[in-house]
């Protein structure tokens, strides 16, 4: 993508808001310049919602700006500092390893760039980041806003020929990426685990004060802050379930205070359906499975009110507000598995519907994303034959779908084929669509990638020009393998 010698109106940012909580919080560090940078891609739609002039964005000064090759002008970046659990072990102090965040817009999201260098909490890493890793995020955060699940989002991917070692030597990438915040669970740990109390009430004021002031006028706000917490967590879990979606790594440093998915890895859309399909190659327990995605989520929620006990000392409290995880997500889950029947509400009988028929997918394998988009042609008035060329059971599926369509019959206005086309997408990224995508990219031509994204960000509509998006994945694919390094 060339870049043109223009500069007409950079983007007004403010410092980052983190920076007001005092040098306990962050590191003030200024990226590594990015020799010969590069556009890769840039997301204009997400350019058009944060107000940045599109002359000025794809201009040399913005690629300096994007790459970590301009000194921020006024805007000293910082790193910010936290803890964690990986893989359910105490890790210690983690932080920004690779990231920095350079400013804030004048609504508040925070601009951050990944891959910029080394930190303070590099913990003698390179703290770059690779092209394959960068597009990956790219792509995936762009799907997910595209699938209206909360995440940070990615506005653009400047590359270099820069050498980056990891499995093997690859080309380094800067991802910038933007959210109203990245603060994680982590970071109260940190605090916690430190003995560090006053500054984990500094943090947790912060949060209250910026993201849930409402829980102000609570007896004990800090309670009131993690029950909001657990019910953002919960309805999070439930969208990624819905959508067939694994994370990798649900680390608590990997887990947003806002409910937002966050860093994207070793993550993967489902094809053919297993419950307990694990998609980290570096997870060999299968801790983050698929099936214990809402487990993982729990227990991290647990990690989190202990680390908030010096604020609210009673244990109990703390326990059952946690503890209210569990039918928060039934809930949101059941809500939005109604929807991908078409339904505006859970009830007994779809839930034991979806029940049976994940059990049937299980047992026949069936690819999540095509069934459920085969599902919803159907019920709009197409044939039933792309539906029974699913299964080898076709007893099995026709039992249901007379369940089914009897359950839509007597739901009448409750049932909703626009319900249905909302939530079940004609696509999602699977792994074997961003390899071909980075591939290309690493060759030089990154018109795949501005191809997918324009795909992703429109999920429920047929891919102009790739019908092959639509179908199973290559049997090549089955041999992709990412890891934590991706």
Same mark, same amino acid.
């Given at each position: 993508?060339?870049?043109?010698?223009?500069?007409?109106? /950079?983007?007004?940012?403010?410092?980052?808001?983190?920076?007001?909580?005092?040098?306990?919080?962050?590191?003030?560090?200024?990226?590594?310049?990015?020799?010969?940078?590069?556009?890769?891609?840039?997301?204009?739609?997400?350019?058009?919602? !944060?107000?940045?002039?599109?002359?000025?964005?794809?201009?040399?000064?913005?690629?300096?700006?994007?790459?970590?090759?301009?000194?921020? @002008?006024?805007?000293?970046?910082?790193?910010?500092?936290?803890?964690?659990?990986?893989?359910?072990?105490?890790?210690?102090?983690?932080?920004?390893?690779?990231?920095?965040?350079?400013?804030?817009?004048?609504?508040?999201?925070?601009?951050?760039?990944?891959?910029?260098?080394?930190?303070?909490?590099?913990?003698?890493?390179?703290?770059?980041?690779?092209?394959?890793?960068?597009?990956?995020?790219?792509?995936?955060?762009?799907?997910?806003?595209?699938?209206?699940? /909360?995440?940070?989002?990615?506005?653009?991917?400047?590359?270099?020929?820069?050498?980056? #070692?990891?499995?093997?030597?690859?080309?380094?990438?800067?991802?910038?990426?933007?959210?109203?915040?990245?603060?994680?669970?982590?970071?109260?740990?940190?605090?916690?685990?430190?003995?560090?109390?006053?500054?984990?009430?500094?943090?947790?004021?912060?949060?209250?004060?910026?993201?849930?002031?409402?829980?102000?006028?609570?007896?004990?706000?800090?309670?009131?802050?993690?029950?909001?917490?657990?019910?953002?967590?919960?309805?999070?879990?439930?969208?990624?379930?819905?959508?067939?979606?694994?994370?990798?790594?649900?680390?608590?440093?990997?887990?947003?205070? !806002?409910?937002?998915?966050?860093?994207?890895?070793?993550?993967?859309?489902?094809?053919?359906?297993?419950?307990?399909?694990?998609?980290?190659?570096?997870?060999?327990?299968?801790? #983050?499975?698929?099936?214990?995605?809402? @487990?993982?989520?729990?227990?991290?929620?647990?990690?989190?009110?202990?680390?908030?006990? /010096?604020?609210?000392?009673?244990?109990?409290?703390?326990?059952?507000?946690?503890?209210?995880?569990?039918?928060?997500?039934?809930?949101?889950?059941?809500?939005?598995?109604?929807?991908?029947?078409?339904?505006?509400?859970?009830?007994?009988?779809?839930?034991?519907?979806?029940?049976?028929?994940?059990?049937?997918?299980?047992?026949?394998?069936?690819?999540?994303?095509?069934?459920?988009?085969?599902?919803?042609?159907?019920?709009?008035?197409?044939?039933?034959?792309?539906?029974?060329?699913?299964?080898?059971?076709?007893?099995?599926?026709?039992?249901?779908?007379?369940?089914?369509?009897?359950?839509?019959?007597?739901?009448?206005?409750?049932?909703?084929?626009?319900?249905?086309?909302?939530?079940?997408?004609?696509?999602?990224?699977?792994?074997?669509?961003?390899?071909?995508?980075?591939?290309?990219?690493?060759?030089?031509?990154?018109?795949?990638?501005?191809?997918?994204?324009?795909?992703?960000?429109?999920?429920?509509?047929?891919?102009?020009?790739?019908?092959?998006?639509?179908?199973?994945?290559?049997?090549?694919?089955?041999?992709?393998?990412?890891?934590?390094?991706?």
């Amino acid at each position: 993508m060339a870049t043109a010698c223009v500069t007409t109106a /950079p983007p007004r940012l403010a410092e980052p808001a983190i920076r007001q909580l005092g040098p306990s919080f962050f590191r003030a560090v200024g990226p590594e310049p990015l020799p010969e940078p590069h556009w890769v891609a840039i997301n204009d739609l997400l350019a058009r919602e !944060l107000d940045l002039d599109k002359e000025w964005l794809a201009s040399d000064e913005a690629l300096e700006l994007f790459s970590g090759n301009a000194d921020g @002008g006024d805007i000293q970046p910082l790193a910010t500092v936290y803890s964690g659990h990986q893989f359910g072990v105490w890790a210690g102090q983690l932080g920004d390893g690779r990231a920095l965040l350079i400013g804030q817009t004048p609504d508040g999201q925070q601009i951050q760039l990944k891959g910029s260098g080394r930190t303070p909490y590099s913990r003698g890493a390179d703290g770059r980041a690779v092209l394959r890793s960068s597009i990956r995020e790219y792509l995936c955060s762009a799907a997910m806003h595209g699938l209206g699940i /909360p995440t940070t989002r990615a506005l653009c991917i400047a590359g270099s020929p820069a050498p980056v #070692y990891r499995e093997r030597t690859e080309t380094a990438a800067v991802t910038t990426r933007t959210a109203p915040s990245f603060i994680r669970f982590g970071h109260f740990e940190h605090f916690s685990y430190a003995g560090e109390h006053r500054e984990l009430k500094t943090l947790a004021d912060f949060v209250l004060d910026r993201f849930y002031p409402d829980c102000r006028a609570s007896e004990q706000p800090y309670l009131a802050l993690l029950q909001r917490v657990v019910r953002k967590t919960a309805d999070l879990i439930a969208s990624w379930q819905a959508a067939g979606f694994m994370h990798g790594v649900m680390n608590t440093d990997n887990m947003s205070i !806002l409910g937002l998915t966050l860093d994207y890895g070793p993550f993967q859309f489902m094809d053919a359906f297993d419950p307990a399909h694990i998609c980290n190659h570096s997870d060999g327990l299968g801790r #983050y499975a698929y099936q214990n995605q809402p @487990g993982i989520a729990y227990w991290n929620l647990r990690a989190l009110g202990h680390a908030l006990l /010096p604020l609210v000392p009673d244990a109990e409290s703390m326990k059952r507000t946690v503890q209210t995880y569990e039918a928060a997500f039934a809930h949101a889950v059941g809500q939005r598995m109604a929807a991908k029947l078409g339904l505006a509400h859970a009830s007994e009988s779809g839930i034991q519907l979806v029940t049976d028929l994940l059990a049937l997918m299980a047992r026949e394998r069936t690819d999540y994303t095509i069934f459920w988009h085969a599902l919803t042609q159907h019920m709009a008035g197409s044939s039933a034959a792309p539906l029974h060329d699913l299964f080898v059971d076709r007893a099995a599926l026709d039992a249901w779908l007379i369940r089914f369509e009897t359950l839509a019959q007597q739901a009448g206005q409750a049932h909703s084929i626009a319900r249905m086309q909302r939530a079940n997408p004609a696509i999602v990224l699977r792994n074997h669509m961003a390899q071909e995508a980075i591939e290309r990219a690493e060759a030089g031509d990154f018109s795949l990638v501005e191809e997918l994204l324009l795909a992703l960000q429109q999920p429920d509509r047929a891919p102009a020009g790739h019908p092959e998006w639509m179908r199973f994945p290559p049997d090549w694919a089955a041999a992709i393998q990412v890891s934590c390094s991706s």
